[in-house]
């Protein structure tokens, strides 16, 4: 069953590496590197519900390694600039087209309000830390909406995994349907991404 082996995978992983891998994970997330949260966050929830992980420190954890990736990406914009980010960014991977989308959304509406509900948006929420630095946001409205939406969004995650975790032998009756959705939105999401990776680079600057 593909489903069961990525959720024992993605366990076993964060067994190993702990509170502290799974911060990790979420600050690389919260740093313009591809590391979707939800990818991450439920399989936190498995733990917590199978008695293995605290729910306090693991929110805390995630959203610890949330908010200082954000603050990474944040110094970056503030202190060295779009062509600092820029350079650094190639080695997270960085989406050029989805970094100038997101600057000219956050530029339009700028706001503590703003980066809040940021942080709810896929994609968006990987590089709004950066629009948010080049514009010299200031530092504590920056950190109070950055702590509460990554917060909400990380226990949202954890609590949706929790209930998956409670349902999971009714997954495992259904395991081949399961797995057809599974390998479903795995194609369509490698898709994208090459198909989002080409557009960016053949986009005229």
């Not at 989406?95 to 989308?101: A, F, G, R």
Request: proline share 4%; aromatic share 14%; with cysteine.
């Amino acid at each position: 069953m593909i489903t069961e082996y990525i959720s024992h995978l993605a366990v076993r992983t964060l067994e190993a590496t702990g509170y502290f891998g799974a911060g990790l994970l979420m600050g690389l997330e919260s740093m313009i590197a591809p590391v979707p949260s939800e990818a991450v966050m439920p399989f936190v929830g498995f733990l917590v519900k199978d008695g293995k992980w605290d729910l306090g420190w693991s929110v805390f954890a995630t959203s610890l390694g949330s908010l200082l990736g954000s603050l990474a990406s944040y110094w970056m914009g503030y202190y060295g600039g779009r062509p600092f980010v820029l350079k650094v960014g190639r080695y997270l991977l960085l989406n050029l087209h989805d970094l100038e989308w997101t600057e000219r959304f956050f530029h339009r509406r700028s706001g503590t309000w703003t980066l809040f509900l940021c942080r709810f948006i896929p994609v968006v929420r990987h590089v709004i830390s950066i629009p948010a630095g080049t514009g010299k946001m200031p530092l504590v409205p920056f950190v109070v909406a950055t702590l509460i939406g990554a917060t909400m969004w990380n226990t949202f995650l954890l609590y949706c995994g929790m209930k998956l975790r409670e349902k999971w032998t009714l997954v495992q009756q259904y395991s081949h349907q399961v797995d057809i959705v599974v390998l479903a939105l795995l194609a369509l999401g490698i898709g994208w991404f090459i198909y989002h990776r080409l557009y960016a680079a053949s986009a005229p600057r």
